[in-house]
């Protein structure tokens, strides 16, 4: 579910996502003035825009001088185009079929091609539709996940060449540690990528743009600004490592609220929700609150994530369920059914982070913001 509210539909509400867009251009701005002349920026938003909403986020990053957008499957892609945004679309994953290879020329998108076995279904189509096509060329410099080896580019690129229609845009490859303190392989990918560059233009073939950096990469050394960089992570306002936080302000996009629906004394050693994992020692007043795990706040958080009410913290209590999850609201007077809770975001000087949540359980902020994609509406701030 992805759709826009007013002022009147949020109140009825038992949960939504804000979407804060000056924030987002803030950030936008701030990566910008980062990258070194020449450099421009390629917005990641595959997944939704990490949760964000992809339309309404590739609106505003546009109107905002973003000169690129990529995604990760052909279904976003067409999410894009249909939406009416113009900016070129890079396909991120890959694409093995000719039906997806005749929408992608349909809807003026530009695929990655990892494999000289792609080159062929690509050229194939492309010939019998009479018509050219971009395409962007993946290096494997050590992430191991798609793309030719570096060892292979030369080869690679030869078998390009048999195929005019087929028209180079970028060469590209992915770093694998970017987000570690310790730069040494990072540095052994750029070395690996500009060597097989360097191969390449030996052949005498032009290529109009390289890129290598994501979010990482990009705070880390800018000598990894290439004709673009890749951000996806900061765009949304969170840093990809605690040692990256000295670099640019960066002020989070995305805040999570829910209701509060009902409010109740429990005397003690009452056990809370699912398995009653916990047991207060003592009586306590407890509030229900309307979200749960189907709506994206993960369930290994129970009995160890905060909540914020009227700018002071409150602890979670018990295991989060499917739709609901239950807080101590012992500490608060006059509390009311209906208050909204701020699950991630910030009131006055309290502030929880997609950060705070992924430490706890032993994950990343990406895949935080990634989980909040099925139930939640969306209000998109402006
Ligand atoms: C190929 C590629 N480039 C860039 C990015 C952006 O990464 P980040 O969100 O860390 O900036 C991703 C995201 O996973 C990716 O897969």
Redesign the pocket.
């Known amino acids: 579910m992805n759709y826009c509210l007013n002022r009147i539909e949020l109140q009825q509400q038992r949960a939504w996502i804000t979407i804060d867009h000056k924030a987002l251009r803030h950030n936008v701005e701030a990566i910008k003035q980062w990258l070194k002349s020449n450099c421009r920026l390629m917005a990641?938003i595959k997944a939704d825009a990490y949760g964000h909403g992809a339309v309404k986020v590739a609106e505003t990053l546009v109107e905002a001088g973003v000169d690129y957008l990529a995604i990760a499957t052909l279904g976003e892609g067409i999410e894009l185009r249909e939406a009416g945004i113009e900016a070129p679309i890079l396909i991120?994953g890959a694409i093995n079929t000719a039906a997806e290879v005749k929408e992608i020329i349909r809807y003026n998108l530009e695929p990655t091609l990892c494999t000289p076995q792609q080159i062929l279904i690509f050229a194939d189509v492309v010939n019998s539709l009479n018509t050219t096509l971009d395409v962007h060329l993946k290096l494997d410099t050590g992430m191991s996940r798609l793309g030719t080896r570096w060892e292979n580019a030369v080869e690679f690129v030869r078998y390009l060449l048999q195929f005019p229609p087929l028209r180079l845009k970028s060469i590209y490859s992915?770093l694998a540690t970017a987000d570690s303190p310790d730069t040494t392989f990072m540095k052994i990918q750029q070395s690996r990528f500009e060597e097989a560059i360097s191969r390449i233009r030996g052949l005498g073939v032009k290529i109009p743009l390289l890129h290598l950096a994501?979010?990482?990469g990009t705070l880390a050394d800018t000598s990894l600004h290439y004709d673009l960089v890749?951000?996806?992570?900061?765009l949304y306002g969170l840093y990809?490592a605690p040692h990256l936080k000295n670099t640019i302000p960066l002020k989070p996009v995305l805040e999570v609220k829910a209701r509060i629906t009902q409010i109740k004394y429990l005397p003690p050693n009452t056990g809370v929700s699912y398995g009653h994992t916990y047991k207060g020692s003592q009586g306590i007043k407890m509030a229900v609150v309307a979200i749960g795990y189907a709506d994206g706040v993960p369930r290994l958080l129970s009995n160890k994530m905060k909540v914020i009410i009227r700018g002071r913290y409150a602890p979670q209590i018990g295991n989060i369920t499917m739709d609901q999850l239950m807080i101590d609201v012992s500490d608060f007077e006059d509390i009311e059914v209906g208050e909204v809770v701020t699950l991630l975001g910030r009131e006055k000087d309290a502030a929880i982070s997609a950060d705070d949540w992924a430490n706890i359980i032993g994950t990343i902020s990406?895949e935080i913001l990634c989980g909040f994609k099925h139930r939640l509406p969306r209000i998109h701030l402006y």
């Open positions: 990641v991120l992915h994501n979010s990482a890749r951000v996806g992570l900061c990809p990406w």
